[in-house]
């Protein structure tokens, strides 16, 4: 069987348009959607700085939850029992309150706590590890009870068991916080749960 060819004449113009209908026609709408992001949010790519002290970790505020920063904090030697519980809490506030550095504000860390705040030992009928801050927890924000709270429980300042026992510095009775799993999640919804504890 013999096959006719078509005229080379006819073929190019029909290829002419079978690929003219192929193409992808430019569009109008903008697409400038800004440049990508640069670093994970709430993920620091390196450490913050070489700290010098006792090494602690902190709960600084991200995106709408708590979480864990790598710091360090001076204790005196030979500080024991309230006394360096007291210290190792001044330490850690001081911590909270130092603005987030350029690595963390860029990941998205911020702090409720403000400078300022102290802490103190114990008061003669208070539990032997009350911490008692110069500024009431009721009188703190939600956030920046939830950082105090989760720092706190999770250091030397506290007995190692999830829980802190404060009061402020009034004669309000101490109470004992804990944080909680829901407390980091959405430290802005949930306040961290307390109870009142017996004196010491």
Known sequence: ?????????????????????????ATEVPTDYGPAPSRVRCSLSE??????????????????????????V???????GPARRALVAQGLLDQLA???????????YTTD??????????????????????????????????????????SAAAEGDGSVVLAGPDDEAPRRYTCTEGVRARPGDHEPPSRAVAGG
């Open 98 to 108: 130092v603005p987030p550095s350029a690595a963390e504000k860029e990941a998205g």
């Open 113 to 154: 706590v403000r400078a300022g705040i102290t802490v103190k030992g114990p008061r003669p009928g208070d539990p032997e590890d009350t911490l008692r801050l110069g500024t009431a927890p009721g009188d703190l924000t939600s956030y920046a009870l939830a950082q105090v709270v989760c720092t706190f429980s999770d």
């Open 47 to 72: 450490p913050a700085g070489a700290a010098t002290g006792m090494p602690v970790r902190v709960f600084l505020l991200c995106g709408s939850s708590l979480v864990g920063v790598d710091r360090a």
């Open 74 to 80: 001076r204790v005196p030697d030979g500080a024991a």
């Open 1 to 25: 069987m013999t096959v006719r060819r078509l005229p080379a004449l006819l073929v190019l113009p029909l290829l002419a348009v079978l690929l003219a209908g192929c193409g992808i026609r």
